[in-house]
């Protein structure tokens, strides 16, 4: 699986460039997020890892999600994917986290869509939370690459900013 080498590259050179970490929380994306970090120019200085979570129990578990909330929604929902980005960055501690969840294929419990939540935080705080939809008939494989280049490309813009005024 190729990315966008450009975007790699990037958010490579603002992570390295200003000594900060990443870590990954994935559902929906399902490794790929862990996979471009991978692939990313001096990794092993800025990627501290991920988890790849599907069940509410090993969300629960690892990440930290609240049982019951993540009960009523199928696990799938911003509030949730953003738990999992706190989650990971405390489990991994790291500066910035990134965390996926949502449906790659339509089922009943999507309403037959196909649409998956990202969030991007930094230091303890929410930078960035939406919703991604795909066209019902998207083949799963093209929707977890898509929601990885998306995601991706939000991280990059994100990097590029100085979010350090924030925290002070």
Known sequence: MEFPKIILDKISYYLRERGESVSVAES???GFLQLAFSQMKSAEEFY?????AYTIEQKVRHLGIDYDRAKAVNCVSRDITEQMALGVASLFDTDWSVATTGYATPVEE????IFAYYCIA???MIIRSDRIELH???KALDAQHYFTEYVLGCLRCE???NHVAINI
């Open 28 to 30: 929906a994306t399902s």
């Open 48 to 52: 501290c890892g991920g988890i790849t």
């Open 110 to 113: 999507s309403n037959n869509e």
């Open 122 to 124: 930094y230091r303890g």
């Open 136 to 138: 019902p008939m998207t």
């Open 159 to 161: 990097v590029k900013r």
